[in-house]
């Protein structure tokens, strides 16, 4: 196992923070993130572990909320989910997962391509919501908008949302305006 980055997150919408470890073991990416949060004035941990192949395509999930195990999912690479030996047709054609959570999220699409300024990328996301952990099919797209010296800026969009994010040059998210702030 190769240590290849360590991140902390800073929640600005309401209170947490996020460590991540982003290691490489074999032929595959392994980031695994614990997320101390709250909801409501209940406060609560997720732990995650994505296995991502070395494109960045996601091909297992584990997580849970204060240690109960709660979600596992697979993909083939190519948009094809199971659990528990159970296809989830609903999520065809997704590649990616987006947990709510977590910035991390959007690594997963950027580092998947070179980007050239003014490209749009339309993909389908496996939302995650937490801590309901609902999980549906949805439309992103990204949009490199520029660099701003050592940052990339991209505009996300999803449905009616939509936010400049600014990421490093491993595709990690530094600041998400409103959402996250990168403190390590």
């Not at 360590?6 to 460590?19: D, M, P, R, S, T």
């Not at 980007?115 to 309901?132: E, G, H, K, L």
């Amino acid at each position: 196992m190769t240590l290849l980055h360590k991140i902390v997150w800073e929640n600005l919408e309401g209170f947490g923070y996020e460590f991540l470890k982003l290691s490489k073991e074999n032929d595959e990416f392994i980031a695994r993130g614990t997320i101390i949060t709250s909801e409501q004035n209940n406060p609560y941990n997720v732990n995650y572990i994505v296995h991502l192949d070395q494109t960045w395509n996601t091909k297992k999930l584990m997580l849970d909320i204060d240690g109960k195990p709660k979600l596992e999912i697979i993909s083939d690479g190519v948009g094809n989910w199971s659990n528990d030996h159970r296809e989830l047709n609903e999520l065809e054609g997704a590649i990616d997962i987006d947990i709510s959570a977590t910035p991390f999220s959007n690594s997963l699409p950027i580092n998947r391509y070179d980007w050239v300024p003014n490209q749009q990328r339309d993909f389908q996301m496996v939302y995650i919501s937490v801590p309901t952990l609902e999980m549906f099919k949805i439309p992103q797209s990204y949009t490199f908008l520029q660099r701003d010296e050592d940052l990339r800026v991209f505009l996300y969009q999803c449905r009616d949302f939509e936010s400049k994010i600014y990421v490093d040059d491993h595709g990690f998210v530094n600041l998400y305006p409103g959402l996250f702030k990168r403190n390590y």
